[in-house]
């Protein structure tokens, strides 16, 4: 199923008159992982946005809601935390996230959001 994230890309790669080869070279990716994805088919991995961003020199909206679209079309996510309150952090949170019996409430996750939002927009 074509995700908000692939359709995205896939706008971007139309609106500057570029073929899947072109932002493939443009980007370093192989064109058919770049069609699966546009497609759903296969996940953003980690950063795959940010060659994005970078090559077409998107401003920093574009840039903000491809990040988000990215986010939203990932299955799974890799964090690295460097101390040990981030440890425990992400650990309870991927417990939390992870488990059907005991998953946040949609007012918990939504709470949670907002915080991490205001912290990235500093």
Do not use: C, H
């Amino acid at each position: 199923m074509i995700t908000e994230f692939g359709k995205a890309i896939r706008k971007i790669r139309i609106d500057t008159d570029q073929r899947l080869a072109d932002m493939a070279k443009l980007i370093g990716k192989s064109p058919a992982f770049i069609s699966a994805i546009e497609r759903g088919e296969k996940s953003p991995p980690q950063g795959f946005e940010e060659g994005i961003v970078s090559a077409y020199q998107l401003d920093w909206e574009v840039a903000n809601l491809l990040r988000n679209l990215a986010d939203a079309s990932r299955k799974t996510f890799t964090v690295k935390p460097t101390s040990n309150l981030e440890r425990e952090a992400a650990g309870l949170m991927a417990r939390r996230m992870g488990s059907s019996f005991d998953a946040l409430s949609q007012q918990e996750l939504e709470r949670i959001v907002s915080i991490l939002k205001k912290q990235e927009d500093g």
